[in-house]
């Protein structure tokens, strides 16, 4: 589709993640070990260029599209799943600042910021802000805050509200981590690396600039003019693609891994000495590949689906977009049932911690969780749809 391929940066990018994978799979035990990011892979990863894909050009970035962001992620996921999600959280950040206001982007990527500014985003308004002159003044605590250990700002959702203090709509606030505290009780079974603690705010100003309205948001309505395509496409749909490529690269990764075992790993309590040489083995890793490259397909198509209609200036309605939703649950739903088959296939023995797999496993697992893509919202949501119930739909699910 034209102007939605990947571009030569990007696949260069995605080049160099590839040579950094062994130092992702190496670094991913330890991590999960430390419940923080390595900084030598974290440091490594950021000199590829993979951290600041999203950022606008007139900033030093690559205004990524919405196929080159999830590549990237899915690169990352092949080497440590927890990792790329911090990826696709801290993207989300970017991408969103590029929506916003010249102005709170000046802050974060202009005089004394830089591409190395990173943004993590939690949107859920567990928060109070009171309207002051020029601003704000916000108190709350938000979980999970994925990629706020790596960040210098992050975007925290809040209630805004009237003269009456009535709740009359959602934002976001960019705050600087350094304006924080945070509660660390990511004590979890899979994400673990991820860091994903709960953030603090204790009566701090934000000035107006920095509040980003969340329904006009979701209708398109951005207060940002950057010219890039990428920073006209649909909101919810654009976010949660980015959660999609960590998916696929952990699928990829178990598939990977699956396979490589094979011709050294007997069959326990059968006569085969190589788990290569069954049939039963053969058709399991069969349908696993061919359940990803489904899973894979339909994440490009909905990718240039969503960066093609903004490059003529369409924005999905919603029904529209709840179908993207549906499909992004088919998507992870995918992966975690391939993932399944394929511990079975590969036997008790990829449950060691010396392996990848239970990692892998437990990482996507978790993930696969994660309210943007539950796929059972999403087709209940899209059957009301199809039933001519779209009213019933957008009660049930009416942010997408």
Same mark, same amino acid.
């Given at each position: 589709?034209?102007?939605?391929?990947? /571009?030569?940066?990007?696949?260069?990018?995605?080049?160099?993640?590839?040579?950094?994978?062994?130092?992702?799979?190496?670094? =991913? /035990?330890?991590?999960?070990?430390?419940? /923080?990011?390595?900084?030598?892979?974290? !440091?490594?990863?950021?000199?590829?260029?993979? +951290?600041?894909?999203?950022?606008?050009?007139?900033? =030093?970035?690559?205004?990524?599209?919405?196929?080159?962001?999830?590549?990237?992620?899915?690169?990352?996921? /092949?080497? &440590?799943?927890?990792?790329?999600?911090?990826?696709?959280?801290? &993207?989300?950040?970017?991408?969103?600042?590029?929506?916003?206001?010249?102005?709170?982007?000046?802050?974060?990527?202009?005089?004394?910021?830089?591409?190395? *500014?990173?943004? *993590?985003?939690?949107?859920?308004?567990?928060?109070?802000?009171?309207?002051?002159? =020029?601003?704000?003044?916000?108190?709350?605590?938000?979980?999970?805050?994925?990629?706020?250990?790596?960040?210098?700002?992050? +975007?925290?959702?809040?209630?805004?509200?009237?003269?009456?203090?009535?709740?009359?709509?959602?934002?976001?606030?960019?705050?600087?981590?350094?304006?924080?505290?945070? #509660?660390?009780?990511?004590?979890?079974?899979? @994400?673990?690396?991820?860091?994903?603690?709960?953030?603090?705010?204790?009566?701090?100003?934000?000035? #107006?600039? !920095?509040?980003?309205?969340?329904?006009?948001?979701?209708? =398109?309505?951005?207060?940002?003019?950057?010219?890039?395509?990428?920073?006209?496409?649909?909101?919810?749909?654009? +976010?949660? @693609?980015?959660?999609?490529?960590?998916?696929?690269?952990?699928?990829?990764?178990?598939?990977?891994?699956?396979?490589?075992?094979?011709?050294?790993?007997?069959?326990?309590?059968?006569?085969?000495?190589?788990?290569?040489? *069954?049939?039963?083995?053969?058709?399991?890793?069969?349908?696993?590949?061919?359940?990803?490259?489904?899973?894979?397909?339909?994440?490009?198509?909905?990718?240039?689906?969503?960066?093609?209609?903004?490059?003529?200036?369409?924005?999905?309605?919603?029904?529209?977009?709840?179908?993207?939703?549906?499909?992004?649950?088919?998507?992870?739903?995918?992966?975690?049932?391939?993932?399944?088959?394929?511990?079975?296939?590969?036997?008790?023995?990829?449950?060691?911690?010396?392996?990848?797999?239970?990692?892998?496993? !437990?990482?996507?697992?978790?993930?696969?969780?994660?309210?943007?893509?539950?796929?059972?919202?999403?087709?209940?949501?899209?059957?009301?749809?199809?039933?001519? !119930?779209?009213? &019933?739909?957008?009660?049930?699910?009416?942010?997408?």
């Amino acid at each position: 589709m034209a102007g939605a391929a990947i /571009r030569p940066e990007i696949a260069a990018i995605v080049e160099r993640i590839d040579d950094l994978r062994p130092l992702l799979i190496a670094g =991913g /035990r330890e991590a999960d070990q430390e419940r /923080r990011l390595p900084e030598e892979a974290f !440091r490594a990863v950021e000199a590829t260029g993979a +951290l600041s894909i999203s950022v606008p050009t007139k900033f =030093g970035g690559i205004a990524a599209n919405t196929r080159e962001a999830h590549a990237v992620a899915r690169a990352i996921g /092949r080497g &440590d799943g927890s990792f790329a999600w911090v990826t696709g959280i801290l &993207d989300s950040g970017a991408w969103v600042l590029g929506l916003m206001e010249e102005q709170a982007q000046e802050d974060v990527w202009g005089a004394g910021g830089g591409l190395d *500014s990173y943004i *993590s985003i939690v949107l859920a308004t567990t928060s109070d802000a009171v309207s002051v002159e =020029g601003g704000y003044q916000v108190t709350g605590r938000w979980g999970y805050g994925t990629g706020s250990m790596n960040a210098t700002w992050s +975007l925290l959702g809040i209630p805004l509200k009237n003269d009456q203090g009535e709740v009359v709509d959602a934002g976001l606030a960019l705050i600087p981590t350094a304006d924080l505290s945070y #509660e660390d009780n990511w004590y979890v079974a899979g @994400m673990k690396s991820t860091a994903s603690v709960v953030q603090i705010a204790e009566d701090v100003f934000v000035p #107006e600039h !920095r509040i980003f309205p969340l329904t006009a948001a979701v209708e =398109g309505g951005y207060l940002g003019h950057n010219p890039e395509q990428t920073y006209q496409t649909v909101f919810i749909p654009s +976010l949660f @693609m980015k959660l999609i490529g960590p998916h696929l690269g952990m699928g990829r990764a178990a598939l990977d891994f699956v396979i490589a075992k094979a011709e050294s790993k007997a069959i326990a309590y059968t006569s085969y000495d190589k788990q290569a040489d *069954s049939a039963l083995f053969q058709a399991a890793v069969a349908k696993a590949s061919v359940q990803l490259d489904a899973a894979e397909a339909l994440a490009t198509q909905m990718a240039d689906d969503i960066y093609e209609g903004a490059g003529r200036g369409y924005y999905a309605p919603y029904s529209e977009r709840i179908a993207m939703r549906a499909k992004a649950g088919w998507i992870v739903d995918t992966i975690t049932n391939m993932i399944s088959d394929l511990t079975s296939a590969h036997g008790s023995g990829g449950f060691a911690e010396t392996w990848s797999l239970q990692r892998i496993w !437990r990482d996507q697992a978790t993930a696969a969780r994660h309210g943007h893509t539950l796929s059972g919202s999403g087709y209940e949501a899209f059957g009301k749809v199809l039933c001519s !119930r779209e009213e &019933d739909a957008r009660y049930m699910l009416p942010i997408v």
